[in-house]
């Protein structure tokens, strides 16, 4: 689905029928994930956000809420409100599973630091109110000093970082 989500997502779609047939549980195949990625690719951002819904309701309910999977999949549903525009909804989210990653997963952990760039993306994107934009920059100066930490100033990741932090400061120069 990464690089042909057009050609993908007949397929996924078929899958996912096959699996609904089996069970409750099938919900939790990567299939579904697999899903909204293509959805979210494809800018199908409504459909995305249902799919990963249902994925994420499936995994609290069979792991709870201190568990990997479920502090990742609030992560997907969290990407997928950002690109459909319900930053309220991803605040209430990150809110909830930020102290829970950070105690369960710690604060050098890939999926809480996505977590922390999700919620600065919904800042941004709520309103640009110039508190959401210095506490966005806050969350990703914080983000950035742990990616580069942990790995490294050339990862995709780390540059990533740096690119968002820079665009939240230019946000922030705006408000001024």
Request: with cysteine; proline share 3%.
């Amino acid at each position: 689905c990464e690089s042909r989500p057009k050609e993908a997502l007949p397929v996924l779609e078929d899958t996912v029928v096959f699996f609904r047939r089996l069970g409750k549980h099938s919900i939790l195949n990567p299939n579904f994930d697999s899903l909204a990625i293509c959805y979210g690719k494809l800018g199908r951002h409504k459909e995305a956000v249902r799919v990963q819904r249902k994925v994420y309701e499936a995994i609290l309910r069979h792991h709870g809420a201190e568990n990997l999977e479920t502090i990742r999949a609030v992560n997907n549903l969290s990407h997928f409100l950002n690109n459909k525009g319900s930053f309220a909804e991803v605040l209430e989210l990150t809110s909830q599973y930020g102290p829970i990653a950070k105690r369960v997963l710690g604060a050098d952990r890939l999926t809480y630091i996505l977590l922390t760039w999700n919620r600065a993306r919904a800042l941004q994107g709520r309103g640009g109110s110039r508190a959401d934009i210095i506490a966005a920059v806050s969350l990703l100066e914080d983000a950035l000093q742990r990616t580069t930490r942990v790995f490294g100033p050339q990862h995709p990741r780390t540059r990533d970082n740096t690119e968002r932090l820079e665009n939240a400061r230019m946000g922030l120069e705006e408000c001024l």
